[in-house]
């Protein structure tokens, strides 16, 4: 399947829009998995695991403007979009209340959306991005883990580093995010 992903990649890459389709059709199965996985007992968001797999595809659909490459190019691309569907979910239930209680954030392994208020979810976007400014491959890290729900293994196998990184690069992550989220200063 990794070969039939990869050809579907390079073709969707190339400007193709049928390869694309067929590329979703292959991988659908896996993101409502890890949609599943992200939106655990509601994410506290009315965004269901359909609808954000649907808006991941509605977002990647042009594929003149994805320029993908690879297998892990596609995944990292789609983890960022389901990142960017969550919080701007988040932003428009805020918008929509003005305020609510802030609940600290603990970034687990284990831990998906469900435990996160939308104020908490923003808070965590803007350091993620404090993140990518100061180290890009922590920042993508946390994406694959955290919003598209890789393993440890998973990451390593994507970014072609071994699992003892990967675990060493999540600490460090948890670490800078946990401050940055906490305190509201990442610096």
């Given at each position: 399947?990794g070969?039939?992903?990869?050809?579907?990649?390079?073709?969707?890459?190339?400007?193709?829009?049928?390869?694309?389709?067929?590329?979703?059709?292959?991988?659908?199965?896996?993101?409502?998995?890890?949609?599943?996985?992200q939106?655990?007992?509601?994410?506290g968001?009315?965004?269901d695991?359909?609808?954000?797999?649907?808006?991941?595809?509605?977002?990647?659909?042009?594929?003149?403007r994805?320029a993908?490459?690879?297998?892990?190019?596609?995944?990292?691309?789609a983890?960022?979009?389901?990142?960017?569907?969550?919080?701007?979910?988040?932003?428009?239930?805020?918008?929509?209340?003005?305020?609510?209680?802030?609940?600290?954030?603990?970034?687990?392994?284990?831990?998906?959306?469900?435990?996160?208020?939308?104020d908490?979810?923003?808070?965590?976007?803007?350091?993620?991005?404090?993140?990518?400014?100061?180290?890009?491959?922590l920042?993508?890290?946390v994406?694959?883990?955290?919003?598209?729900?890789?393993s440890?293994?998973?990451?390593?196998?994507?970014?072609?580093?071994?699992?003892?990184t990967?675990?060493?690069?999540?600490?460090?992550?948890?670490?800078?995010?946990?401050?940055?989220?906490?305190t509201?200063?990442?610096?």
């Open positions: 399947m070969g039939d992903v990869t050809c579907l990649v390079e073709a969707a890459g190339a400007g193709d829009a049928q390869a694309l389709q067929r590329l979703f059709g292959v991988v659908y199965d896996e993101l409502k998995r890890v949609a599943r996985g939106l655990r007992a509601g994410a968001l009315t965004l695991t359909t609808g954000l797999v649907h808006e991941t595809y509605l977002k990647l659909v042009r594929p003149e994805l993908l490459r690879d297998r892990k190019h596609f995944f990292v691309v983890a960022r979009a389901m990142r960017q569907i969550v919080v701007d979910h988040a932003r428009r239930r805020i918008a929509a209340k003005r305020g609510g209680d802030a609940a600290p954030v603990t970034l687990d392994e284990q831990l998906a959306l469900d435990a996160m208020t939308p908490v979810l923003l808070r965590l976007d803007r350091a993620l991005d404090q993140l990518g400014h100061f180290d890009a491959r920042a993508e890290l994406e694959m883990r955290f919003f598209a729900g890789l440890v293994e998973e990451v390593a196998d994507t970014q072609g580093l071994t699992t003892r990967v675990h060493r690069d999540w600490r460090r992550a948890k670490a800078f995010l946990y401050d940055a989220v906490e509201g200063d990442a610096a």
